[in-house]
């Protein structure tokens, strides 16, 4: 049913802890006593106070969440960049047939292979731990990716284990990273713009804005810039609307 599973095992996921080896799932999430702070060590002084039946405050759980959907969003901008190879600017003299196909660009096909494993481990530890889950018709990676953001962070940061939700905030926060280095490089001119982004996020319950600072990606042949969201890149702002934007803004002042 759920082909390539093995390969994804693989991965990243830590083996469940010894502590409670026998008991199925919600047997273990009754048992478990869940702390009144937050567990992760991104608080270094205050500590916040956890949701109820979870480890993680909702500082972290809304972190998770934006980086689930940060990886959807991205992922088919990693796969038009796989496909336009690593070699795209101004690409050996001569010799080069127009239709030879591109060189894949190896880097992003890693980063898309660990995060398509990663995915596809998490879902096969929920689908152990409830049988009766049931999944959505679209199994992209994409789009598992932002229904687990949607419907079931809770499932990570209220996981019996406690190093469950630690492991998978740290592993989500480095191949987030990964990702914005490799969509925003270094390399690339940027410029700052006095404005956050106004994309709404995919959730459940409320319509909250992204909020992630936009910057004007500057092109070196003077052509239009493009203005993108740091937090996620996959908020790219078209022309009309960013020109439209500082225009009322301008007009406010
Ligand atoms: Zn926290
Ligand atoms: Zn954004």
């Not at 879902?123 to 999944?135: A, C, F, I, K, Q």
Request: hydrophobic content about 45%; proline content about 8%; charged content about 20%.
């Amino acid at each position: 049913m759920l082909s390539g599973l093995g390969a994804a095992r693989a991965a990243v996921i830590p083996a469940l802890g010894p502590a409670r080896p026998h008991l199925p799932y919600s047997a273990a999430k009754a048992v478990t006593s869940y702390p009144l702070g937050c567990i992760s060590p991104v608080h270094v002084e205050i500590k916040a106070l956890a949701e109820p039946l979870a480890w993680l405050c909702p500082a972290c759980s809304d972190r998770i969440r934006r980086h689930l959907f940060t990886l959807a969003g991205c992922w088919g901008l990693l796969e038009a960049l796989l496909q336009r190879g690593p070699g795209r600017q101004g690409e050996g003299a001569g010799g080069n047939k127009v239709d030879a196909a591109a060189p894949l660009d190896l880097e992003v096909a890693e980063i898309r292979r660990a995060i398509a494993a990663w995915c596809w481990s998490l879902v096969e530890h929920m689908l152990e731990d409830n049988r009766r889950l049931s999944m959505p018709g679209n199994t992209d990676t994409a789009a598992i990716l932002e229904w687990v953001g949607r419907w079931h962070v809770g499932y990570i940061t209220g996981h019996p284990d406690s190093s469950f939700p630690i492991a998978m905030q740290d592993e989500l926060a480095d191949m987030v990273r990964r990702v914005r280095a490799r969509l925003l490089p270094d390399t690339v001119r940027r410029q700052p713009l006095p404005a956050v982004c106004s994309v709404i996020l995919p959730a459940a319950a409320d319509y909250a804005k992204c909020g992630g600072q936009l910057v004007a990606l500057l092109r070196d042949d003077g052509g239009p810039a493009t203005i993108t969201c740091q937090e996620d890149p996959s908020h790219e702002i078209p022309q009309t609307e960013w020109l439209y934007m500082f225009k009322t803004k301008g007009r406010k002042a």
